[in-house]
């Protein structure tokens, strides 16, 4: 059963070898406990196709995620995305367009969110956020 959900900056921290805490941390769990969001994956793979090496980068990217399941994106997840939206616009806090997809995402699936970045996803409502670099 899926309990956390990696954002896109805690994956490219792992993929650069400089998360070794999240690292141990998801060693602990069993294989099946995590995730990413196909959000998540499209930002990965449009860094990978950027870089200076795209194949030997989506090599990398493709062992990364070998043992993680890929979430797509539905019709929950449309509907909360919507609401989240909404709410962050009427407080004047919004964040960055992906990251709140993300942040439905995880929200939609009442998953923990695994991020370096609490200052944007601490402002969705009802959301879990753990920073596990700190």
Same mark, same amino acid.
């Given at each position: ?9 805690? &994956?490219?921290? @792992?993929?650069?070898? !400089? =998360?070794? !805490?999240? !690292? ?9 406990? =995590?995730?990413?969001? &196909?959000?998540? @994956? ?61 942040? =439905? ?12 970045? @609490? ?8 959301? &879990? ?6």
């Amino acid at each position: 059963m899926i309990r956390v959900l990696l954002d896109s900056c805690t &994956c490219i921290e @792992l993929l650069r070898g !400089r =998360a070794p !805490r999240v !690292r141990r941390r998801l060693e602990k769990l069993a294989p099946d406990q =995590a995730a990413i969001s &196909c959000i998540t @994956l499209a930002e990965l793979q449009y860094g990978a196709a950027k870089s200076s090496d795209p194949a030997r980068h989506a090599e990398l990217l493709a062992k990364f995620c070998a043992p993680l399941s890929i979430l797509p994106f539905d019709s929950v997840a449309s509907t909360t995305y919507g609401r989240v939206r909404r709410e962050l616009e009427r407080q004047g806090t919004p964040i960055g367009p992906l990251d709140t997809l993300i942040a =439905a995402h995880a929200l939609s699936l009442n998953l923990m969110l695994i991020t370096g970045n @609490l200052g944007e996803f601490s402002r969705v409502r009802g959301l &879990c956020v753990k920073d596990w670099q700190g």
